[in-house]
């Protein structure tokens, strides 16, 4: 299983940005991003179920969108009207339905500037 995600990078405050990462090798049911923030601890952003179901930390609600498509295993997150405190690398995560193993991306750098 390989997670190839891309996207981030340097942004202003109330700038966007759009993460993507793609699993292959095999099946998924829930996909989405954690974060982990300079002197902070890994924390869940989004996720989406392989029903379409989502779920958000409070802190992004209404500034961040995560969706996926099934086919092709991707799962994107729209970030809008970002933040200092956005400033992370963010993980991607894919749960594998055959054995229930979470895998993960390489994480990739947002950073917000004021």
């Known amino acids: 299983v390989q997670l190839q995600a891309s996207g981030g990078g340097l942004v202003q405050a109330g700038g966007s940005l759009r993460l993507s990462c793609t699993a292959s090798?095999?099946?998924?049911?829930?996909m989405g991003w954690y974060r982990q923030g300079p002197g902070k601890p890994r924390e869940l952003v989004a996720g989406?179920?392989?029903?379409?179901?989502?779920n958000y930390a409070d802190s992004v609600k209404g500034r961040f969108t995560i969706s996926r498509d099934g086919a092709k295993s991707t799962v994107y997150l729209q970030m809008n009207n970002l933040k200092p405190e956005d400033t992370a690398v963010y993980y991607c995560?894919?749960?594998?339905?055959?054995?229930?193993?979470?895998?993960w991306g390489q994480g990739t750098l947002v950073t917000v500037s004021s």
């Open positions: 995560f894919a749960r594998s339905v055959r054995n229930s193993i979470d895998y």
């Open positions: 090798g095999g099946i998924f049911s829930t």
């Open positions: 989406v179920s392989g029903g379409g179901s989502t």
